[in-house]
């Protein structure tokens, strides 16, 4: 079994006597990361993450303390669950959680979903699910005529509540007058906070700050009316933030037809989840799709993960883009307070794919796994 310790913070210690003996020693930084492969190409990609986050890490004078869990499908199969009971308290003490996918064909997908991804999220009151949607240069986006940069946009999600609640049950079942209810649950102090986070985005990225805000509230007349309405209430509090209120049908036509004009997007859990996939598509590709899973007051570790799930088709073929999740990792060096490391490693993903010569078949190449996460290491220095 692992434990995550958590390990000492940076120190000096001076020793010895005269100028010349003495010695100042920088104790280095360890970091404590929960890595939790998971399933299919999540057991590919966070290998190579963690070998990019090493690389990024000896440069800036830090380490990684990696403790594994094997928990996911395999572990249900033999076990009958996703990780075991003590998993969140084995998981609190980390610095991060680096995880990979979930899912797998012989286990239904809510099994999967609410036995691992879900109850982490809301154990560590992961509120906000920040999805970045960047076309790099050299990348091509299937919206034609959109050239690198134009698309760059960061869907902020609910992750705690909403529609994702877990409220409900059944009636009936498995009888022909069977019963299903699922309710939504919004709370204003769950929204609040959220949009907050979504303003504060806008004004630290500094480029078109605007916030556009995803609803239903025409035919949802309760939970999404008080999403509208708070909303409205912390966008007072940001006057030089511009604002826009989008139905969540018009805002996914419009990341086709004006995805420029998008910059912070801030949407319930179910919604934000579309829309953040609708975003990885205009992209390119899910293989670049990076995603964070906030406690932004820091109470908690934070997790990370790819948008993309265990893809059963291409895992174990060694041909999965393990950039998602180089990127996902560069978003955790950045929480971890090492944002010039976390710079370095988009700046090199980027380089990669604007060189264009090593990529994987999503992004209509060839390579292998092992040499997109070679080339960016090459790049790293
Ligand atoms: N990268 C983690 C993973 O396997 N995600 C798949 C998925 O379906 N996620 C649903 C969600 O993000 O709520």
Known sequence: MSICIRLPATGKTAAGGTPHERIIIEAMKTFTIAVIPGDGVGAEVVPEGKRVLEAAAKRHNVSFAFQDFDWGAAHFLRWGRMMPAGAIDLLQPCDAIYLGAVGHPQIPDHTTLNGLLLP???????YANVRPAYLYPGVTSPLAGRNG?????????????????????????????????????????????LMRYAFELAVKRNKKKR???????????????LWDRTFFEVSAKYPDVETESLLVDAAAMNFVR???????????????????????????????AASANL?????????????????????????????AAILTGAMMLDHLELSAA????????????????????????????????????????
């Not at 982490?120 to 992961?126: E, G, L, M, S, V």
């Not at 004006?258 to 590709?285: H, K, T």
């Not at 109470?299 to 895992?315: L, N, Q």
Request: proline share 4%; net charge negative.
């Open 120 to 126: 982490i999220r809301r154990a560590f009151d992961q």
């Open 295 to 323: 406690d932004p007051e820091r109470r908690f570790p934070s997790m990370f993960e790819p948008v993309h799930g265990s893809a059963p088709d291409i895992a174990g073929k060694g041909v999965v883009n393990p950039l």
């Open 258 to 288: 004006r995805p420029e004009s998008f910059d912070v997007v801030v949407a319930s859990n179910l919604f934000g989840d579309i829309l953040s996939d609708l975003g990885a598509a205009i992209i390119g590709s899910m293989g670049l």
């Open 149 to 193: 940069g134009e698309i760059d946009f960061v869907v902020v999600r609910e992750n705690t509540e909403g529609e994702y609640a877990q409220v409900g049950g059944f009636l009936y079942t498995h009888q022909p007058e069977e019963v299903a209810i699922q309710t939504a649950v919004f709370t204003h102090r769950g929204i609040e906070r």
């Open 342 to 381: 976390a710079q370095e490693v988009e700046s090199a993903v980027a380089a990669v794919l604007a060189e264009g010569k090593v990529r994987t078949a999503d992004l209509g190449g060839a390579s292998r796994t092992v040499e997109v996460t070679a080339a960016v290491l090459e790049k790293l220095g």
């Open 211 to 225: 916030v556009t805000s995803i609803t239903k509230s025409n035919a949802q007349g309760y939970g999404m009316v």
